[in-house]
């Protein structure tokens, strides 16, 4: 069973305090397919026992017949069945707290009226001031119009906030930023663009999430040439620098060299394209762009978006034409961000020797990664069942607090590729392995090693407002 955390059920029952009924209902539970996590006594009584039963299903249609199964037992009645995902969600994720304590008249008029008019007054003389005495220097405006919420597609800007939610915890967990859940009615790139400048005065930095192509290259671009700020399409750039911190230590176990080796790069949607480009700008020695009518080429114009022309102007070197098939045909490394399933292990084959195969699909990979790794030197997949687990959730906190720590104007292409290479640096040469190119997502030391690599990377462009003091010991 693969459902995990996903679809995890607490049942609470209220059981006949006899013997064996406790087995009755765990036979049930088992007989159609459920998968006991854990059993707690909530109350016992002479005659009725209430358990909490923690139960893994496959969805919740198999949660919903599950519950009828268990309803027939004599004996048992369900008392109240929560899904755990919809418990963590209730109320929402997300609180604001006060770091000042306003206990009496004194607290009050330091943190509000009269005190609060003199540093009002400060930051108009100053507007630099901002960054010391608010908010805006630790805290990033997660914003989506929620046109492609994950992999469901458009499903609006209410339904995008769970998610928002989800993005600002990590930025808070991982990076200690304050990170505000923004989501947008409008999917109009203008209004989109216009509103973040509208708001972008209480954050210092943009992060844009779950905004569908072309749209994304549309606000991304402009915002970053609008605004002084740190904006980072996350869905794009935070994917890339994973997959280029990954491809470097694969690199490392099979003996080659970035500018020696070629990629097909297949889905040239917004990761798809951010990836290509990272590895161009990295110096890989080529990539060959694919979509679902087959490679890219120069000029194809007429099934090409505007993003892919530009693609195919800067890859191909060798001028490939035909499938997908074909672009695969020599080359040393995989990389999808497709759909599931396309990938064989006969395709793998026609690969180079000690192919390195990066199936990233979303839920499905485009091959079975337990048979990939028969016919792959390395494989990787966006799964947090599987090893090597290419996850945008190591780049960005780290990208952030590093553009933060600087005050940084932007987020530039070198600025990225620290982050990358500083992402591969936490895994050492020692501990590198096939099923290991990258650490966890839990492991406390990826956010503050991107973020040095980061800040320094900004002061050394010039994109840098500021220095930290203690900048030397980074």
Same mark, same amino acid.
């Given at each position: ?6 679809y ?5 029952c209220?059981?006949?305090n006899?013997?064996?009924?406790l087995?009755?209902?765990t036979?049930?539970i088992?007989?159609n397919?459920g998968?006991?996590g ?5 109350h016992?009584?002479r005659q ?8 893994r ?5 198999? &949660?919903?017949r599950?519950f ?8 048992v009645?369900?008392v109240q069945?929560?899904d755990?995902?919809?418990a963590?969600?209730?109320g ?13 008249r004194?607290?009050l008029?330091?943190?509000y009226?009269p005190?609060v008019?003199?540093?009002?007054q400060?930051i ?18 997660v914003?989506s119009?929620?046109?492609?919420v994950?992999g469901?597609?458009?499903l &609006?800007?209410?339904a995008?906030?769970?998610?928002m !939610? ?6 808070? $967990? ?7 859940p923004i ?7 203008d209004?989109?663009v !216009? ?22 290259f549309?606000?991304e671009g402009?915002l970053?040439?609008e605004?002084?700020?740190?904006v980072m ?5 935070g ?14 176990l099979v ?6 080796v ?5 889905? *040239? ?5 951010a990836?290509?480009?990272?590895l ?15 490679i890219l080429w120069?000029?194809?114009?007429g099934?090409l ?5 530009? *693609? ?10 035909g ?5 695969l ?22 690969m *180079? ?12 990979? $485009? ?6 790794r028969?016919y792959?030197?390395?494989v990787a997949? &966006? ?5 090597n687990q290419i996850?945008n959730?190591l780049? %960005?906190?780290?990208? %952030?607090r590093g553009?933060l720590d ?10 990225r590729?620290a982050?990358?290479e ?8 020692? $501990?590198l392995?096939?099923?290991y ?7 406390r ?9 980061t800040?320094?990377a900004a002061?050394n462009?010039g994109?840098a407002?500021?220095?930290p003091?203690?900048?030397s010991?980074?």
């Amino acid at each position: 069973m693969s459902a995990g955390v996903a679809y995890t059920l607490t049942i609470r029952c209220r059981i006949i305090n006899r013997p064996g009924m406790l087995g009755r209902l765990t036979t049930i539970i088992g007989e159609n397919g459920g998968d006991i996590g854990a059993i707690d006594l909530v109350h016992a009584e002479r005659q009725v026992l209430v358990r909490d039963i923690t139960v893994r299903v496959n969805d919740e249609r198999h &949660g919903a017949r599950l519950f009828e199964q268990i309803e027939k037992i004599d004996g048992v009645e369900v008392v109240q069945m929560s899904d755990r995902v919809f418990a963590a969600h209730l109320g929402g994720k997300l609180e604001l707290q006060s770091r000042v304590s306003i206990k009496n008249r004194d607290d009050l008029s330091l943190a509000y009226t009269p005190g609060v008019a003199r540093v009002c007054q400060a930051i108009a003389d100053d507007p630099e001031k901002v960054y010391t005495y608010t908010i805006k220097s630790n805290s990033v405006a997660v914003v989506s119009d929620g046109s492609a919420v994950l992999g469901m597609g458009n499903l &609006g800007p209410e339904a995008a906030l769970p998610v928002m !939610e989800g993005k600002a915890i990590l930025f808070r $967990e991982l990076a200690g930023i304050d990170a505000f859940p923004i989501c947008l009615r409008s999917q109009d790139p203008d209004t989109i663009v !216009e509103t973040v400048k509208q708001i972008a005065p209480v954050f210092g930095g943009i992060n844009l999430e779950d905004i569908a192509s072309p749209s994304c290259f549309i606000v991304e671009g402009r915002l970053n040439n609008e605004l002084e700020l740190p904006v980072m399409h996350d869905d794009q750039h935070g994917t890339a620098v994973v997959v280029l911190a990954s491809l470097q230590n694969a690199l490392k176990l099979v003996g080659k060299r970035l500018g020696d080796v070629r990629a097909v790069v297949n889905g *040239i949607g917004a990761a798809g394209t951010a990836i290509v480009r990272a590895l161009l700008e990295a110096g890989i020695g080529d990539v060959t762009a694919c979509d679902r009518h087959g490679i890219l080429w120069s000029g194809d114009d007429g099934k090409l978006t505007p993003m892919q022309r530009i *693609i195919a102007a800067q890859t191909n070197a060798e001028g490939r034409r035909g499938s997908f098939n074909d672009a695969l045909a020599g080359a040393d490394v995989f990389i999808g961000v497709s759909v599931g399933n396309i990938l064989t292990p006969a395709m793998v084959q026609t690969m *180079i020797d000690d192919p390195i195969v990066f199936a990233l699909a979303n839920p499905i990979p $485009e091959g079975d990664p337990d048979v990939l790794r028969d016919y792959a030197r390395v494989v990787a997949t &966006g799964r947090s069942d599987q090893p090597n687990q290419i996850n945008n959730v190591l780049s %960005f906190p780290g990208i %952030f607090r590093g553009a933060l720590d600087v005050n940084a104007r932007a987020i530039t292409s070198d600025m990225r590729l620290a982050a990358a290479e500083a992402l591969a640096s936490v895994v050492s040469r020692e $501990e590198l392995h096939e099923e290991y190119i990258i650490p966890s997502v839990f492991n406390r030391a990826v956010a503050p090693t991107i973020a040095q690599a980061t800040a320094r990377a900004a002061i050394n462009e010039g994109v840098a407002r500021r220095q930290p003091e203690d900048f030397s010991t980074m």
